[in-house]
């Protein structure tokens, strides 16, 4: 199965983002704005107490995060790979959540989760799709840093310029999937609970339609329809 039937076949379910601020606060407004491509219903519950968010399945709480991680999450801001982000509880629950419109931006942060989680596990498996190796450029100190712990770190892209000889392994093929999937998996470092995907497909400049997910299986499954772009062209 290809990365592009994958992403076809898994669909989200929406969950529900309520956030308890006062009924004018700025962090209200940016929530919907960040949340706006995503299955995730927005509530807004007037509030005179610190603003805060809850992320419920049905009636079952799943996470609650303060106004400063609310603010950092939708900032322009990206934090360093090793550093803990106040919002990751909200969006390790979002599992399987699909979107119709990510931007680079978010596409970005959505990696840097991932990548967070396989640096703190220091073993295992980090593939991922640059869609042209040119991209791996603007991030290849950060990756360079996660080939230097214990990761077996893997790269992928249409192979548009030389990398030299970098400390994780490249892979160049001239395939339309590659140039038109961003992906980040990592297989859990010999945990499956730890393991996590982001997989998206660029539909329009910019614009990413796909999902993220914390199931082992889908997570696996990803892996495996990797392996072609590994062996020999």
């Not at 007037?46 to 992320?55: I, K, Q, S």
């Not at 396989?118 to 190796?133: I, K, P, V, Y």
């Not at 893997?154 to 490249?170: E, M, R």
């Amino acid at each position: 199965m290809s990365l592009r039937h994958l992403m076809a076949e898994v669909r989200g379910r929406e969950k529900t983002l309520t956030v308890y601020a006062p009924r004018d606060a700025d962090v209200v407004s940016a929530v919907r704005e960040y949340f706006a491509s995503q299955h995730v219903a927005i509530e807004h519950e007037h509030t005179d107490e610190n603003p805060r968010a809850v992320l419920f399945d049905g009636d079952d709480e799943l996470a609650t995060v303060d106004a400063g991680a609310l603010r950092e999450l939708t900032s322009r801001d990206l934090h360093r790979v090793g550093d803990e982000a106040p919002y990751s509880p909200l969006l390790e629950h979002l599992d399987g959540t699909t979107f119709t419109s990510y931007d680079r931006r978010q596409m970005t942060m959505a990696s840097r989760e991932i990548e967070d989680r396989a640096w703190r596990a220091n073993s295992g498996q980090l593939h991922t799709g640059f869609q042209r190796l040119s991209n791996v450029r603007k991030e290849r100190d950060t990756y360079e840093q996660l080939a230097e712990c214990d990761l077996d770190v893997h790269v992928y892209g249409v192979p548009d310029v030389d990398l030299g000889d970098p400390p994780f392994a490249v892979h160049g093929r001239d395939a339309e999937e590659l140039s038109l999937t961003w992906f980040v998996l990592f297989d859990g470092g010999g945990n499956r609970e730890q393991s996590s995907a982001l997989l998206a497909e660029e539909r329009e400049s910019g614009g990413f339609y796909g999902f993220w997910t914390y199931d082992p299986d889908l997570v696996e499954r990803a892996l495996q329809s990797l392996e072609g772009y590994r062996r020999p062209a």
